[in-house]
């Protein structure tokens, strides 16, 4: 298994660099193939951790034969819930976008705070 971590503070750019970090892990790891909606949901994640937690923001990116599975951990115990969002709404489809995309997700409780995830096979 492969695995990086990065810590970010939470700070309006945190979101790009996260993605950037993603990418270029993906891209020495020989699975651009991946990378696109890799970095999308990973964006939506840490965007969510410095919208809502307003916390430090860990992610960590591990690679095994089937799977990429990208965590994002927070300091908040507010659970990451999705709910509908009605069509004029211009926030709130980020969870959305995770479900539909990826092959799995959830929110697992860490002390303190919780950990959201996704996971891409391939």
Do not use: Y
Not at 25 to 37: G, K, P
Not at 86 to 94: H, L
Not at 109 to 122: D, N, Q
Request: proline residues 7%; glycine residues 4%.
């Amino acid at each position: 298994m492969d695995m990086v971590t990065a810590a970010f503070a939470p700070r309006a750019e945190t979101p790009s660099e996260a993605r950037r970090f993603v990418e270029r892990t993906l891209r020495r790891w020989q699975r651009s193939d991946i990378a696109e909606v890799a970095c999308l949901l990973t964006s939506e994640l840490v965007t969510n951790a410095v919208l809502h937690a307003r916390s430090p923001v860990e992610l960590v990116v591990a690679l095994t034969d089937g799977e990429l599975r990208v965590e994002v951990h927070d300091s908040s115990p507010r659970p990451a819930t999705h709910s509908p969002v009605a069509v004029t709404e211009t926030r709130g489809r980020g969870l959305g976008l995770v479900e539909r995309l990826s092959d799995d997700w959830g929110v697992d409780p860490l002390e303190p705070g919780k950990s959201v995830w996704f996971a891409l096979s391939h």
